[in-house]
């Protein structure tokens, strides 16, 4: 039979194991930024929002009265897809009489690339730039909308850490 | 070295430059726009005769002139671009894009030669492949997916 209390560390057998951890130490305070600052950092507000079953047309409508070019597109609160300027060129620019009164979620992008608010900045530049999204939308950890980070929020940010030099 | 300097040394032509779709003043937005869809580029850069930039006609541009005229892809090109054409020489350090970007709000910056004439697009996009080719170990290492990652993860 095992002796449990032989099991227990006395306070004095205690070592941290992080006590020898030295932070990394960062050359440019971008690259501090990229890591260390979370993806909210970036301006990710305001957002604009649509329901699945809007028009096509009440979409285009609303990037135009908020001069936005994106939109985020939600279902029960949820994200299923992005619609932007891209899916106005791609899907209903030629075709738009045919289009127009047809749900949004039909010519939406679905299940978009996104970041969690916890993450990175450095997650949102990962999307933009290796996977090629222009438009990157963050998540809270219950899978809600928080936000939308555009290449001018992205751009802004790095103008300001860069200046910060 | 950091990111400044190397902007400010690194020419515009250490870019990925963009091969821009390029139209004149009489095209139809019809074949621009089919253009633009095989090109996967946003916007038509309209150039004069000598090949320099003279206005722009983008995709934000066509989704305002749908809503107001659905016919209008049948009419020129030149009836509806902006004059202004946001610009830098090929021979301008990176931080000019940053700047021009900025100061101009735009997402598409022609690159120009010496003498003007188009010789490609940056914008945007160039810009954060450069920033990210940069600081390769921070983010080329990011878990990146549309799966909440919760969902996927197994165990505890």
């Known amino acids: 039979m095992i002796d449990e209390t032989s099991l227990d560390p006395s306070p004095d057998d205690f070592q941290d194991p992080l006590e020898n951890y030295e932070p990394k130490e960062y050359d440019d305070p971008l690259e501090r930024a990229l890591v260390e600052e979370k993806v909210t950092e970036i301006k990710a507000t305001p957002f604009t929002s649509i329901a699945s079953d809007a028009t096509v047309e009440e979409a285009m409508r609303k990037l135009g009265e908020l001069h936005h070019s994106c939109l985020l597109v939600e279902e029960n609160g949820g994200l299923v897809g992005v619609f932007s300027d891209r899916d106005v060129l791609k899907k209903v620019a030629l075709e738009y009489n045919e289009v127009k009164d047809r749900p949004v979620s039909e010519l939406m992008t679905v299940d978009p690339v996104f970041v969690y608010e916890t993450d990175s900045s450095a997650a949102a530049l990962t999307v933009m730039a290796v996977l090629g999204f222009r438009h990157v939308p963050v998540l809270d950890l219950d899978d809600k909308i928080v936000g939308i980070i555009s290449p001018q929020r992205v751009t802004e940010f790095l103008v300001s850490h860069i200046k910060t030099e | ?156």
Do not use: W
């Not at chain 2, 963009?18 to 996967?40: F, N």
């Not at chain 2, 916007?43 to 934000?60: A, L, Q, R």
């Not at chain 2, 902006?82 to 900025?102: G, N, T, W, Y």
């Open chain 2, 1 to 156: 070295m950091k990111l400044l300097d190397d902007m400010l040394e690194e020419k515009v032509s250490d870019l990925a430059i963009r091969e821009p779709v390029v139209a004149d003043t009489e095209e139809i937005i019809r074949h621009s726009i089919e253009k633009m869809r095989a090109s996967r580029v946003g916007c038509v850069i309209v150039v004069d005769e000598k090949n320099k930039p003279s206005g722009m006609f983008t995709e934000g541009m066509l989704r305002e002139l749908l809503l107001e005229n659905p016919t209008v892809i049948d009419e020129r090109v030149g009836d509806h671009m902006v004059d202004r054409c946001p610009s830098v020489k090929e021979s301008d350090p990176i931080f000019h894009v940053l700047e021009a970007m900025q100061s101009k709000r735009s997402r598409f910056l022609c690159v120009v030669n010496d003498d003007g004439v188009l010789v490609g697009l940056t914008g945007q996009k160039g810009l954060m492949e450069y920033v990210a080719d940069h600081f390769s170990g921070q983010v080329m290492v990011q878990r990146i997916g549309c799966t909440p990652a919760m969902h996927s993860r197994e165990g505890a």
